[in-house]
């Protein structure tokens, strides 16, 4: 599978943006798609998951701000993004992870800057 994220830019703090990752290639409801951050020099890092039957995980950092979903007609999952803080810039990354062989595949990242 093929993953294209988009949706990223500059924003300011306190306010909302929604990044998105589109799958081509595969059935996408077959997979678990995850969103990771990564600042320069550091550890990429898990933000949030969705399961193919549409569970939802968050990191700690994250819960009550951030609204992971899926659209399985479109191949496109979601990453809602709301009362962002200048810690939350970063390049944000998909990732999905197929339930049927365990392949993970990653797409390129968006950047995402918010200015306090």
């Known amino acids: 599978v093929q993953l294209q994220a988009s949706g990223g830019g500059l924003v300011q703090a306190g306010d909302s943006l929604t990044v998105s990752c589109v799958a081509s290639g595969r059935k996408f409801s077959d997979y678990e798609v995850a969103w990771f951050r990564q600042v320069p020099g550091k550890e990429r890092k898990f933000v949030s998951a969705?399961?193919?039957?549409?569970?939802?995980h968050y990191a700690d950092s994250v819960k009550g701000r951030f609204t992971i979903s899926r659209d399985n007609a479109k191949n496109t999952v979601y990453l809602q993004m709301n009362n962002l803080e200048p810690e939350d810039t970063a390049v944000y990354y998909c990732n999905a992870l197929s339930r049927n062989t365990g392949t993970n595949y990653w797409g390129q990242g968006t950047l995402v800057t918010v200015s306090s």
């Open positions: 969705i399961s193919y039957a549409g569970g939802t």
